[in-house]
Nanobody
Framework: QVHLVESGGGLVQPGGSLRLSCAGF????????MGWHRQAPGKQRELVAA???????NYAGSVKGRFTISRDNAKNTVYLQMNSLKPEDTAVYYC????????????WGQGTQVTVSS
């Protein structure tokens, strides 16, 4: 079993930045991919970015060039640096972990709210 804990969400003005963190606890040896999904009110949960233990990344087209995902394998932690934030980035951001990239996560965090508003 894997337990994921997110932090770093909050309120930010358009054009601002936030950094999300997600720490994994438990049987993390069984997972390879970690990343972030988000869900806005009335919409389905969508992929934001993901990364493997070897550093291979996958980004949603809407965030490419603005968001950067990184991972500290020693700390079992994944980060999402979000720059040039837009109001449409407002959502609950969920950390996820799974066996491989391009598959739905096997484990989810509880989510952290990101609100972009002036």
């Amino acid at each position: 079993q894997v337990h994921l804990v997110e932090s770093g969400g909050g309120l930010v003005q358009p054009g601002g930045s936030l950094r999300l963190s997600c720490a994994g606890f438990g049987s993390i040896v069984s997972i390879n991919a970690m990343g972030w999904h988000r869900q806005a009110p009335g919409k389905q949960r969508e992929l934001v970015a993901a990364i493997t233990g070897g550093g291979i990344t996958n980004y949603a087209g809407s965030v490419k060039g603005r968001f950067t995902i990184s991972r500290d394998n020693a700390k079992n932690t994944v980060y999402l640096q979000m720059n040039s934030l837009k109001p449409e980035d407002t959502a609950v951001y969920y950390c996820g972990a799974g066996p491989r990239l391009f598959l739905p996560p096997s484990y989810w965090g509880q989510g952290t709210q990101v609100t972009v508003s002036s």
